[in-house]
């Protein structure tokens, strides 16, 4: 008999062990549950936390690119209306002094006219005249009026007006041979066309 209640006693303790050891298994199976939910609850909070630090970055990000945009627009748009209005006022300042220009090339052909009529150095008057002739000549030259050479050179519509017609045999052909009124360019661009008689 006493060895029975040795066996039972053995045999409770045994079971005590292991439902101990089974429970403490439990107990630990559950903790790494609960531990492994509390670290996914705490990485999801984290990638929301982050993922809202990204969509305020987004946001600042997206509105510096917005106001980059608007000022490089700003400064291309400047640019542009910059070199427009210096274009406009060069076209000006050559409308304005071409149009000066054609108003003194009458007075210089009265110079001419007059001059041609009196020889050099027979009247004082007459050599002030030439004087300011040559000077007018000069302050036009400095200002980029040069004639357009015409007698001998071939006509050109560009720049000759044609207004008589003869036939030479011993010019050329399309040669301009007579200058009835002298014609001048202002930078590289017609003023006034020469008039001019051409051969052949």
């Given at each position: 008999?006493?060895?029975?209640?040795?066996?039972?006693?053995?045999?409770?303790?045994?079971?005590?062990?292991?439902?101990?050891?089974?429970?403490?298994?439990?107990?630990?199976?559950?903790?790494?549950?609960?531990?492994?939910?509390?670290?996914?609850?705490?990485?999801?909070?984290?990638?929301?936390?982050?993922?809202?630090?990204?969509?305020?970055?987004?946001?600042?990000?997206?509105?510096?690119?917005?106001?980059?945009?608007?000022?490089?627009?700003?400064?291309?748009?400047?640019?542009?209306?910059?070199?427009?209005?210096?274009?406009?006022?060069?076209?000006?300042?050559?409308?304005?002094?071409?149009?000066?220009?054609?108003?003194?090339?009458?007075?210089?052909?009265?110079?001419?006219?007059?001059?041609?009529?009196?020889?050099?150095?027979?009247?004082?008057?007459?050599?002030?005249?030439?004087?300011?002739?040559?000077?007018l000549l000069t302050t036009l030259d400095e200002a980029g009026v040069k004639p357009i050479e015409a007698v001998g050179q071939e006509f050109n519509p560009d720049f000759h007006n044609a207004?008589?017609?003869?036939?030479?045999?011993?010019?050329?052909?399309?040669?301009?041979?007579?200058?009835?009124?002298?014609?001048?360019?202002?930078?590289?661009?017609?003023?006034?066309?020469?008039?001019?008689?051409?051969?052949?």
């Amino acid at each position: 008999m006493a060895e029975n209640t040795e066996k039972k006693e053995e045999f409770s303790t045994e079971e005590a062990v292991k439902e101990a050891v089974e429970n403490a298994e439990e107990m630990k199976e559950e903790a790494t549950v609960e531990e492994n939910k509390e670290a996914n609850a705490d990485s999801k909070e984290a990638k929301k936390a982050s993922k809202k630090k990204e969509k305020k970055k987004d946001k600042r990000d997206e509105q510096i690119e917005q106001l980059t945009d608007r000022v490089t627009r700003q400064m291309a748009e400047f640019e542009n209306f910059r070199r427009r209005t210096e274009q406009e006022k060069s076209q000006m300042f050559n409308m304005g002094a071409k149009n000066i220009i054609e108003k003194i090339l009458p007075v210089v052909d009265n110079f001419e006219r007059g001059l041609a009529t009196v020889e050099e150095g027979a009247d004082p008057f007459a050599d002030g005249m030439l004087m300011i002739y040559k000077q007018l000549l000069t302050t036009l030259d400095e200002a980029g009026v040069k004639p357009i050479e015409a007698v001998g050179q071939e006509f050109n519509p560009d720049f000759h007006n044609a207004v008589m017609h003869v036939e030479d045999e011993e010019v050329g052909e399309n040669i301009v041979v007579e200058e009835f009124q002298k014609g001048y360019m202002f930078n590289d661009a017609v003023v006034r066309h020469s008039m001019v008689k051409v051969a052949n």
